[in-house]
């Protein structure tokens, strides 16, 4: 078990807590990770090391992350569990099986469900914005999952704040539930959208966030210093690359050595405990693709940023230069 405590926050307000480190299934779990004793190690690990969110989406792995990680949560009291799901993205070639609109969502739910096996989900986020749909279709669609108990709490992934702004506005004026969790992606090389935009917007409407890709898909870890080891992400998957593979991030993250080892942890430690202490969020997705990284990941609970060890990794990796 990692050696600091897990501690829990609410989702913005509402009454349900989430850990500060959750477990996501992106790219991972019924992708690169097929193995089943691999994948109940993994998850087994995370719940007795306290985690208790597990994000999931029906289009990672097209539906096979929702069963490969259903069929280890089943193991676990559903009442300790906070899990999610998304939608939004094409689940095939046909027409309406993509979008926000009312009729994918409910079919999405449904599929969803019976993937994961359970009856409910704590959290359904909207994967994305959609411009082709009427947002107050959406609303409604996830307002009538809430009151058919279907989705506890719904959320948004990847919006800005005049998008949320637009949507607080439609749920205000019929009377609907407003998503609780907004989703963005946040790290040391993306963070201007969220600490310029989506924080304000979600701190007013009482919004809890839950964060995505803390180690820019593995950069900020030092897995990359030497170039591109074959098999992993960056590797295979060319937008990822692009993103953020470039010799000027890659020696910014060689630098961060230094300061990782004035704490006595690993860069992947120092960046994830780094992301937890930040203003205004709930919980930090996590990845793992062996029980080992997951380990390390969690042993971040250990560490503490103090306000000098901010300044440094600001410093090392400034706005000006923030890759969104």
Known sequence: MPSGEMRYRP?????TKVGIFGLGGWT????SVTDESSIRSILHYAFDSGVNFFDIADVYATGESERA????LRDFPRHELVISSKVFFPMSEAVNDQ???????FESI??????IGTDYLDIYFCHRFDRNTPIVETARAMDDLVHQGKVLYWGTSDWNGAQLRELQSVCDRRNLYFPQVEQPRFNLLSRAK???DV????GEFGMGMVTFSPLAYGILSGKYDAGLPQGTRLARIDWMRGKYYSETVLERVRKMKALADELGCTRAQLTLAWTAAQ???SSVITGATTLEQCKENLGALAFDIKDEMERKLRTLFPAEDDNQ
């Open 194 to 196: 969220l600490e310029n």
């Open 279 to 281: 203003a205004g969020l």
């Open 199 to 202: 924080r304000l917007v979600a």
């Open 110 to 115: 449904h599929k969803s469900l019976r993937r």
């Open 28 to 31: 991972t779990f019924g992708e």
């Open 11 to 15: 989702l913005g307000r509402c009454g």
């Open 99 to 105: 979008s926000l609109s009312r009729k994918h969502i």
């Open 69 to 72: 990680m259903g069929s280890v």
